[in-house]
């Protein structure tokens, strides 16, 4: 039997099917590794970063409107440990006793502001 017989009852030799393997495999590994750092993909952490970073903002902003609506007077001319204090006393979510120190500090940085 000559060689080319010999292929031919083979069906694909692996010089035809390296390049398609390789590819496959390398598409597999630098695929998800470029499109992550492309910014296409969102990691789980970056993902929980972000949430958490959301939610201190939105209590934050809750916390300096009811500051505003409950003070008597602008907020503007308390000294910044009385600015503070309301942070505490009004950043608390209903749910808890306590304040998330990151809240407290952004209502007061918003009060501040204004």
Do not use: F
């Not at 998800?32 to 902003?61: F, I, K, W, Y």
């Not at 204090?85 to 979510?93: H, I, Q, S, V, W």
């Not at 304040?99 to 501040?112: G, H, K, M, Q, R």
Request: contains cysteine; proline residues 4%.
């Amino acid at each position: 039997m000559t060689e080319q017989q010999k292929q031919q009852n083979d069906g694909i030799s692996w010089k035809e099917l390296r390049p398609w393997v390789y590819g496959i495999v390398l598409g597999l590994v630098v695929g998800p590794l470029a499109a992550n750092l492309l910014g296409l993909q969102v990691s789980s952490s970056t993902m929980r970063e972000r949430v958490h970073d959301a939610v201190v903002n939105d209590r934050a902003h809750y916390c300096a409107e009811l500051v505003r609506q409950h003070h008597d007077g602008p907020v503007s001319r308390l000294a910044r440990n009385e600015i503070s204090d309301l942070a505490e006393r009004y950043g608390a979510p209903l749910w808890k006793k306590t304040i998330d120190s990151e809240v407290a500090y952004e209502c007061t940085s918003l009060l501040d502001k204004s």
